[in-house]
């Protein structure tokens, strides 16, 4: 499998942006569709976003669609996921997952059982009102 490593994560005032990052190793980064998931205080992980193997194609959580965006650099085995206007409900473990996918990515997505895909230890965001 895929071994991730999420950073760019800290402390930052509503209204404010921060990119985060998703380094791979260990496998052809490129043949990995990639997920953020965030899981604020308390509450259950959720689905913010994710992007396909060559990043043609991306999916977006309705409470994120207008404020962040999701972007690969597969030469350097990195995911991004960059978030702007950032709001104090965006606080919360920001995690990316992979998994190679059976090859359409809707389906990929529709399909996926998430706890098998491959995660990253998460970084923590924290917006201030």
């Known amino acids: 499998q895929v071994q991730l490593v999420e950073s760019g994560g800290g402390l930052v005032q509503a209204g404010g942006s921060l990119t985060l990052s998703c380094a791979a190793s260990g496998r052809t980064f490129a043949n990995y569709v990639v997920a953020w998931f965030r899981q604020p205080p308390g509450q259950e992980r959720e689905f913010v976003g994710a992007i396909s193997w060559s990043g043609g194609l991306t999916r977006i959580a309705d409470s994120a669609k207008a404020r962040f965006n999701i972007s690969r650099d597969n030469a350097k085995n990195t995911a991004y996921l960059q978030m702007n206007s950032l709001k104090p409900e965006d606080t919360a473990v920001y995690y990316c997952?992979?998994?190679?996918?059976?090859?359409?990515?809707?389906?990929?997505?529709?399909?996926?059982?998430?706890?098998?895909?491959?995660w990253g230890q998460g970084t923590q965001v924290t917006v201030s009102s």
């Open positions: 997952a992979a998994d190679p996918g059976p090859g359409s990515f809707s389906k990929t997505l529709e399909l996926a059982d998430f706890k098998s895909w491959s």
